[in-house]
């Protein structure tokens, strides 16, 4: 029993947080281009 | 490469906001000026303001394409960033006022992409922070469905007593809240079905979801031993995701096709007494004298006094081929003047131009389309009111076997809950997004669901000619001209904006451009130059007959003859077309003379000489046979055509009217995307049946269990996640759908 009291508030917490990530993530235009992420990290920096 | 973005030659965003420039003109109306006037690239650093083009590129396809083009669009002056977006093919770049689209464009195009204008429009906020709210409410519903369903998990496995209690009193305060704002767009859109009368699929869901969770906290609050939370914060979860689905699609079509009748002009040069004066497009009464520069577009209608120049037409019949006007010609608004300046006595202005009149004809013709019924609404027409007789008939039943009324109560409340249209709900977005997805790497941009729908439903194809059977540009017909004369013509060509001299700079590509020295282009001929001392020019043969031009080199004369050629697949579309049972002909706007070949080359039968009316009546007529047409056409002048067909679609080569029009758009130069996007919805539908085939056995195998009140909250939630996953897992066997 006393183990639910520290683990129902963790998950409900975890849950919480992953919910204000997404919420965050949506705000921040994470999900504006997907696919393009993924190659831009094939992308030289500029060499000057 | 935010580092290249920001080596720009522009102050970026940090010129915003600038006061007033030279001459106490306000900066606003210096920025409506040069944002009008096509200067050429006019980089003024330190006073520009930026704006922001958005361009769909279709030819992205790796990560070198995207590093070549956001630096090469930084290093030209007066572009401040630009950035691309590779999942939608587009990029964005940030500019100052002043530089024009077609510039923009051009540059693109150097750096060797084919490049389309989208517009940026603002109204697109709106719909897209509707998505984003349904999202929103989609992310609360799933992380409460989660959570709701570890308690309950729990609670199956045989809690019991004071924990079960707790487990469902924590259930009921994630449940509530997540239900008061994840169920909002259902419950505003029964609340509003009930207003006028109707009801609709969110009427059993906004009493079924209300109902078992007011029921499930009773139970809760009383000891009861099952508790529905978790089916109610399920159910919403499950058709939230269904209506994100259908709202992303709308918005990635929005993306890609969004245009108004802005491209007339939105005023002129007002000659008074010798004196120039801006004057909005609105205020211009017939009768005023209006000077249209080179490079300008007609804000209103009107018959030229002086000048003589060439004309672009294409905003309005699609057709790029410009068309000679001189002094007594009748010129229209959003007509693009090409090389020459010219006065012009307006006749109409405002809402009588012809364009205004097209842009009339075009919103009554929509109407009949507007009265089209998705079959998810149809589906819910039959559905509501029988869900809704099954659970108050259960209700009554119970009640009269000699239940108590809240054992009634439950049950009633456990058949809405398990007919629900979960799996309905999703039946139709799922597989119209999955398609649309594939049609779109395919090419082909579809506006909404209900346009596949109906795109499947067509069986008879009207297509415009020019610009929608043909590519709609000249192609320079080069074997009149000998190998060595080619560098001659490339630099006579290269030097001048004309779409005729641009086709051939285009078509010589590669050829290395002899030095022409003294270039000028003389206005009504063509450029002329000198090449080690021999005169050449490059104009108007003498003889004109259709679209040709002609190069001199001293005394020799080398005709170039112009022709606008087939789109490319135009003929097996045509036949893929006839074997999906869709019958095609042509209907132009163009003479018989000009229709016959085309006609001839795809074995079509052919309408010709049709005015933007007579294509209206082709359709209804056609309508009133029992046909639903699938008109395919380009210019203005099909933009009511495009708005009264069944559906219809525009190639993105098409007059911003003919986009806006369509229910499709197909990128490329192919004809192909056409019977593509046909079949495509065709199988779309298929599948879409068969969802609802599966929705319907789920239901006739729960609805008995419910009704003898043997659902428990476990079956419940068993039945509704099946069901949805096996509708969901059939739609994504349409991702091969486009081909």
């Known amino acids: 029993m006393t183990g639910l009291a520290l683990l129902i508030p963790l998950a409900l917490f975890l849950g919480l947080s992953g919910l204000a990530a997404f919420f965050w993530a949506m705000k921040a235009g994470q999900f504006e281009d997907m696919d393009g992420a993924a190659l831009r990290i094939l992308i030289d920096e500029d060499p000057s | ?188 859109s029964a609340w509003s079905a009930l207003r006028h009368g109707r009801t609709n699929m969110d009427v059993p869901i906004s009493i079924g979801v209300t109902l078992v969770t007011g029921l499930s906290l009773f139970e809760t609050l009383t000891g009861g031993e099952h508790a529905y939370f978790d089916g109610a914060v399920m159910l919403l979860f499950f058709l939230l995701t269904g209506r994100v689905l259908d709202s992303l699609m709308r918005d990635r079509a929005r993306d890609g096709v969004t245009a108004l009748l802005k491209q ?29 520069a080179a490079g300008e577009r007609l804000a209103a209608d009107g018959i030229v006094e002086a000048g003589a120049s060439a004309a672009d037409l294409s905003l309005l019949t699609g057709e790029s081929a410009p068309r000679r006007v001189g002094v007594g010609d009748k010129v229209l608004a959003g007509t693009l003047n090409l090389d020459a300046p010219l006065t012009v006595r307006v006749t109409a202005a405002g809402p009588d131009t012809a364009i205004a009149d097209l842009a009339r004809l075009m919103e009554e013709a929509g109407q009949g389309r507007s009265r089209y019924v998705r079959i998810a609404d149809r ?39 398990i007919t629900c249209p979960c799996a309905l709900g999703l039946a139709v977005p799922a597989a119209q997004i999955v398609t649309a997805g594939a049609l779109m790497r395919a090419g082909v941009l579809v506006k909404d669901g209900s346009a596949l729908e109906r795109l499947a439903e067509a069986d008879r ?21 000998p190998e060595e004369a080619r560098p001659v013509l490339l630099a006579l060509a290269r030097a001048s904006r004309h779409p005729l001299s641009r086709a051939i700079a285009a078509a010589l590509e590669g050829t290395c451009a002899a030095s022409v020295s003294g270039l000028t282009e003389e206005p009504g001929f ?135 029009a369509a229910d499709a758009v197909f990128l490329g130069d192919s004809l192909a995307p056409v019977a593509i996007a046909v079949s495509a919805a065709r199988r779309t539908m298929r599948v879409v049946r068969q969802n609802f085939a599966i929705a319907i056995l789920y239901n006739a195998v729960a609805v008995p269990l419910a009704l003898l009140g043997l659902v428990t909250p476990l079956i419940a939630a068993a039945a509704m996640s099946g069901s949805s996953i096996i509708v969901v897992a059939n739609a994504l066997r349409l991702r091969s759908a486009a081909r």
């Open chain 2, 379 to 417: 589906a819910a027409r039959l559905y509501a009111p029988a869900v809704h007789t099954l659970a108050a008939s259960s209700f009554v039943v119970w009640l009269l076997m000699g239940a108590g009324w809240h054992q009634a109560l439950l049950i009633a409340a456990a058949v809405l809950i």
């Open chain 2, 1 to 188: 490469m935010t580092a290249a973005a920001l080596k720009a030659p522009l102050p970026g965003r940090e010129g915003l906001g600038v006061g007033p420039a030279e001459g106490g003109r306000t900066s606003e109306s210096e920025r409506r000026r040069s944002a009008r006037q096509p200067t050429p690239a006019p980089s003024l650093p330190g006073r520009g303001e930026t704006e922001r083009s958005v361009f769909a590129v279709p030819g992205i396809h790796c990560a070198g394409c995207i590093a070549k083009i956001e630096r090469g669009l930084a290093e030209l002056p007066g572009i401040a960033a630009a950035r691309v977006n590779f999942s939608a093919r587009q990029v964005a770049v940030e500019h100052v006022f002043g530089l024009d689209v077609p510039e923009l464009q051009a540059a693109i195009a150097k750096l060797g992409f084919e490049a389309q204008p989208l517009r940026t429009a603002e109204a697109d906020g709106v719909a897209r922070s509707e998505s984003r709210a349904l999202l929103r409410a989609t992310a609360v519903a799933g992380f409460a469905a989660m959570n709701v369903m570890l308690m309950s998990v729990s609670v199956w496995s045989g809690a019991g007593g004071a924990t079960r209690d707790l487990f469902h009193l924590l259930s009921a305060l994630i449940a509530i809240p997540t239900v008061a704002y994840s169920g909002r767009p259902f419950f505003r």
């Open chain 2, 264 to 292: 007339t002009a939105p005023g002129a040069t007002l000659l008074v007494d010798g004196a120039a004066h801006w004057r909005a497009a609105g205020l211009l009464v017939p009768g005023d004298h209006i000077l249209v």
């Open chain 2, 526 to 660: 063509g450029m002329r130059g000198t090449m080690a001392g021999i005169p050449v020019s490059l104009g108007r043969p003498a003889s004109a007959a259709g679209m040709a031009a002609e190069l001199r080199i001293g005394a020799l004369a080398f005709p170039v003859r112009f022709e606008d050629a087939l789109r490319p697949a135009a003929t097996a579309t045509v036949v893929r077309l006839a074997a999906l049972g869709v019958e095609s002909s042509i209907a132009s706007g163009d003479r018989a003379e000009a229709v016959a070949p085309v006609a001839r080359a795809l074995g079509l039968t052919a309408q010709t000489g049709m005015h933007p009316e007579d294509k209206l009546d082709a359709i209804a007529r056609l309508a009133a046979a029992g046909h639903k047409v699938l008109m395919v056409g380009d210019g203005l002048n099909d933009g009511p055509a495009l708005a009264a067909g069944h559906v219809s679609m525009a190639p993105a080569s098409a007059s911003d009217v003919g986009q806006n």
């Open chain 2, 461 to 481: 194809a009207l297509f415009d000619k020019t610009g929608t059977l043909t590519l709609g540009r000249p192609a320079p017909e080069l074997a009149g001209v």
